[in-house]
Structure formats: structure tokens, C-alpha cells
């Protein structure tokens, strides 16, 4: 939980850096996919 929280944090603050529109969605689109593949790979070291 601690680790989300500080994930949020820069996530954030990478929101605020990024004054265009389309920098902010490519920050967004970046940070949802890796934390898709974070939550992916988790669930595949659970399997093996």
C-alpha cells in the first residue's frame, strides 16, 4: 500500500511537469501499462 502511495505521488508530480495535453496522456497511457505488466507478471510468478 505504502509502495502505491509513493507510485501515486510521482505519478502525480509527472502530471503536474507535463503542461501539454497530449504529454499528460502519454504519461497516463505510459503508467497504466506498465502497471498493467507489474500486476501481469505478478500473476504469472503466482501460477508458476
Do not use: A, H, T
Not at 30 to 37: A, E, G, M, R, V
Amino acid at each position: 500500500m505504502e509502495s502505491q502511495n509513493s507510485s501515486n505521488r510521482f505519478f502525480q508530480s509527472k502530471i503536474e511537469l507535463s503542461s501539454n495535453r497530449k504529454e499528460r496522456l502519454i504519461s497516463i497511457f505510459n503508467f497504466c501499462s506498465s502497471f498493467s505488466l507489474m500486476n501481469s507478471f505478478q500473476i504469472f510468478r503466482i501460477e508458476e
